[in-house]
Every structure is written in structure tokens, then in C-alpha cells.
């Protein structure tokens, strides 16, 4: 009898823009991107298994976005796990990692930031000045680079989304935007990189 064969799945790291952009025009369509800065939770994997479901390509990218922290915030001491991210994105079937340095995405002489208008004027756009303008300037370089059909987004951080969605619609990037519903601790707290800071109590 003959006995069901699986493919061994590859996951390809990919370190360069030009790498990145060849690689998702010639996968297979649907491609879902997930943008993340690593340290990858049950969350992140919960927009992995969505992109998965509703894609035949799943790309993610992991890049600690230095545009998108405030001056002393937390850049250099925020959570990195390069083996275990690859790890968990292996397992999660992942095709596409895109790995970029900071010099890839922010060359010397890099002059033009993404900044959008009212949405930022309030809660996170307030407590930290300048992080929605790095966020919005790292997510439309991603989704120009790899141009999926499908990007994916928590609920949790839901200033981030409107202002990724107003950026999509304003600017004409010919993207759908997919939310996922927060995923969180049995306590009831959203499970976050950053929840490594904290303490139980
Ligand atoms: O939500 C995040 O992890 C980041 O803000 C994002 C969208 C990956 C941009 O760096």
C-alpha cells in the first residue's frame, strides 16, 4: 500500500530587499506578510496561522525597527532571539523570513519618513513622539518591498492598525490589511515582547 509522502518544508532567511522582493514575486499567490520585530510570541503566531490559512505563500519579516523607538527607549536591550524565532517560524510553516539589517533598511543618506496626521496626535502618538511615523515608515517599505496580497496585524495594538490602514488606503498600496484578534495570558493580560520587562505582580 502506498503510504502518503510529506515534503520536507524549506524555509528560506532572506537578509536583502532586492532578495526579498525577487522572492515574493515569484512565490506562489496568495502572499501574506507578517510583519514583526522578532521576540515571536503566541501572538505573533496566531497572525502566522491566519496568514497561513488564507494564503499559499506565508512570509515574515523580523526587524527591530530603530526609527519606531524614542530616544532612551528600549532599542538596544529589547528582546532578540534569532534562533528561537527561526525555530518557531519553522514550525509554523513558514516560506519567506526577511532578516534585514539596519543599514539594508535605513542606508546612510536615508532622508524620508512617513509621517501620518491625526491619528497620531493622541494616546501612543503623545506618550511616545515619533513612534507611529517609524512604524508607518518600516511597514510601507516592507509592503513595497515584498508587495503581498495580504498583511497581517494585531488587534492589540490598535492605534498601529488605523494608522496602518489610513497609510494603505492614502497611499494607494495595493494591499488588504487582516486583523487578528488579540491572544492573551490566562490572566487576561495581552501577551507582548515586552511583557518580559514585567513582573507578576
Ligand atoms: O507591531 C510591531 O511589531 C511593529 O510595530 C511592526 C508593525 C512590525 C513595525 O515595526
Known amino acids: 500500500m502506498a503510504r502518503t509522502q510529506t515534503m520536507p518544508h524549506s524555509m528560506r532567511v532572506i537578509s536583502t530587499n532586492e532578495e526579498m522582493s525577487q522572492a515574493c514575486r515569484e512565490a506562489v499567490k ?4 507578517v510583519p514583526t520585530m522578532g521576540a515571536l510570541h503566541a501572538g505573533h503566531l496566531s497572525l502566522v496561522d491566519r496568514a497561513r490559512a488564507d494564503n499559499l505563500t506565508v ?6 525597527n530603530p526609527a519606531q523607538f524614542v530616544p532612551d527607549g ?7 532571539d534569532r534562533r528561537s524565532d527561526l525555530d518557531k517560524l519553522e514550525g509554523a510553516g513558514v516560506d519567506l523570513v526577511f532578516m534585514p539589517s539596519v543599514e539594508e533598511m535605513y542606508p546612510a543618506g536615508f532622508d524620508t519618513t512617513v509621517h501620518s496626521g491625526e491619528l497620531t496626535r493622541s494616546l501612543e502618538g503623545v ?11 518600516v511597514v510601507a517599505k516592507l509592503l513595497i518591498q515584498s508587495s503581498p496580497d495580504l498583511a497581517y496585524f494585531g488587534q492589540k495594538d490598535a492605534q498601529q492598525l488605523a494608522m496602518v490602514r489610513r497609510m494603505v488606503a492614502d497611499l494607494d498600496l495595493p494591499v488588504e490589511v487582516a486583523v487578528v484578534p488579540t491572544v492573551r495570558e490566562q490572566d487576561g493580560l495581552a501577551v507582548s515582547s515586552r511583557n518580559a520587562y514585567l513582573d507578576p505582580r
Open 127 to 137: 506618550a511616545r513622539p515619533g513612534h507611529l511615523d517609524g512604524v508607518a515608515t
Open 30 to 33: 496568495p502572499v501574506g506578510l
Open 59 to 64: 512570509a515574515v519579516s523580523i526587524f527591530v
Open 74 to 80: 528600549d532599542f538596544s536591550s529589547y528582546p532578540r
